[in-house]
């Protein structure tokens, strides 16, 4: 899957008085808003956001075209493609059945599956479930069509990243194969028992796969490729993505998956089961737990490709559901941290008092910043990421983990993006802090991303705080 990395670390630059004041009352304030919509429409932001409490829809406006060739608007059934927040389906879909009985999360790979490896004979529905167990992210790409039997043999014959229960490593793999050990234990196929399990207890009216998959209302990419050939290079998924992405949903139908996680949540899903990098997050069954320290709790998961992507949170102390969805991802960035910032009262400077330079500022001090960053992530070895982290990182951000895991850190962005053409800088500046964004395009894909490095003013020289990858 062209999978959307999550964000590693997150202290951004609030302030110490911030910090301190403890969870407050979300802010939609009409100034702010207007902000808002003035800021995405600047930075050609093509998709939607929604705030919705339990009772109402707060907040939604939509940007762009939901269809390129037909030139239709997004609307509250737009049919999306969420994704990873699929996970979130499937961990729900685990738990219930955990909750009644019918299967016990610590059994193994070896109960399910004739003739598995000694190497991952003892491998768990937990691990597989928390990204725990040592599956790559993959063993194959999404527009590779293989049927369940060929996916359980490319994922069992995979070579693992570290021994079961050692480690941390995002995997689509391992939710594929619990979706594969549901329908063992349901006797349905997976269409069916997300049916049975999750979509028709919460009368949710378009999210699935090609079962509920309408042309019609389903959103197109920015080339005009309408969604079932953008994500799934066909008219139907095959098993690199059942389970773990490419699931289609609406604004509705979202709102009333996250209304029930807020007023019904299930306990089993909602555990901060694995710490995931960084530290400061943890991971449940198919979502992501984190503290903010404005909006209090945060339940959150994203999801995407070179096409589509979605953030879905739902925030428990302020009783809120937020989304943001684009079908242009390259007009993404920043969007989901504006519209939060929002909430917390705290918007963003505007995009249009922000300039996009073609060329790092050495110049400045935040330039100087960004370009050690950058020429870090480029080197093989982690020496120059560890003197940077040495020399220009909060303490507060080095205690998030051991040096190790920082070092793991580096490892996984160096795979991501070693080799990259730089396309552009801007930095967006708060009263302390700010964030210097790098969007480069990776090679040989071509895919577009925006490395964010967060940071904080001490003794007038900015120090790292936080990473973002979009």
């Given amino acids: 899957m062209h999978k959307v990395l999550f964000i590693l670390f997150n202290l951004l ?5 911030l910090l301190a004041a403890g969870v407050g009352k979300y802010s939609l304030d009409p100034e702010h808003v207007s902000q808002l919509k003035s800021d995405l429409k600047a930075s050609q932001f093509s998709g939607f956001v929604t705030v919705a409490d339990k009772n109402s829809i707060l ?15 997004f609307n509250k059934s737009t049919q999306i493609d969420i994704g990873s927040i699929s996970k979130t389906f499937t961990g729900l879909a685990v738990a219930k059945l955990i909750d009644a009985g019918k299967l016990n999360p610590d059994d193994t790979l070896s109960l399910y599956f004739a003739d598995v490896p000694k190497d ?3 491998v768990t529905i937990h691990q597989l479930l928390t990204h725990s167990a040592g599956f790559p992210g993959a063993v194959g790409d999404d527009y590779d069509y293989v049927t369940q039997t060929q996916f359980i043999d490319l ?4 070579t693992l990243l570290f021994k079961p229960g050692s480690g941390y490593e995002y995997s689509n793999v391992g ?5 594969a050990i549901i329908s063992k234990i349901t006797q349905q196929n997976y269409e069916a028992w997300l049916q049975d399990l999750v979509i028709k207890p919460l009368k949710l009216q378009k999210t699935g796969y ?4 309408d042309p019609q209302i389903a959103e197109s990419n920015m080339d005009g490729d309408i969604l079932a050939q953008a994500s799934w290079g066909g008219t139907k998924p095959g098993w690199h993505l059942i389970g773990n992405g490419g699931m289609i949903s609406t604004a509705a139908d979202l709102v009333q998956m996250g209304r029930m996680i807020l007023q019904k949540p299930n306990q089993t899903m909602l555990q901060p089961y694995v710490q995931e990098t960084g530290g400061i ?4 069954y198919g979502i992501v737990m984190e503290q903010d320290p404005v909006l209090g709790k945060m339940h959150w998961h994203n999801g995407g490709n070179n096409y589509f992507y979605t953030d879905f949170y739902t925030l428990p102390e302020q009783g809120l559901v937020v989304i943001l969805h684009s079908n242009n991802p390259m007009t993404q960035s920043g969007a989901t941290g504006r519209l939060l910032a929002t909430l917390r009262g705290k918007p963003l400077p505007p995009v249009s008092d922000v300039t996009t330079l073609p060329t790092i500022p050495l110049d400045s001090k935040t330039g100087k910043l960004a370009l050690g960053f950058l020429d870090a992530v480029k080197q093989k070895k982690s020496d120059a990421w560890q003197a940077l982290l040495n020399r220009s990182a909060h303490p507060a951000f080095l205690a998030m983990a051991p040096m190790e895991e920082h070092v793991q850190t580096h490892t996984m962005l160096h795979e991501e993006f070693k080799a990259h053409e730089f396309l552009s800088f801007r930095e967006l500046q708060a009263d302390n802090g700010g964030i210097a964004e790098l969007v480069i395009k990776t090679k040989p894909n071509n895919a577009t991303y925006t490395l964010s490095v967060h940071y904080k003013y001490v003794d007038e020289e900015p120090v790292l705080t936080g990473i973002g990858i979009e």
């Fill in 13 to 17: 630059f609030l302030s110490n008085s």
């Fill in 59 to 73: 907040l939604q406006e939509a940007f762009g075209l939901a269809n390129v060739e037909s030139q239709t608007l």
């Fill in 120 to 122: 991952k004979a003892s």
């Fill in 155 to 158: 994922a069992l014959s995979a």
């Fill in 175 to 179: 939710f594929s194969l619990v979706t």
């Fill in 210 to 213: 090609a079962r509920v998959y």
């Fill in 281 to 284: 997050s943890h991971y449940g």
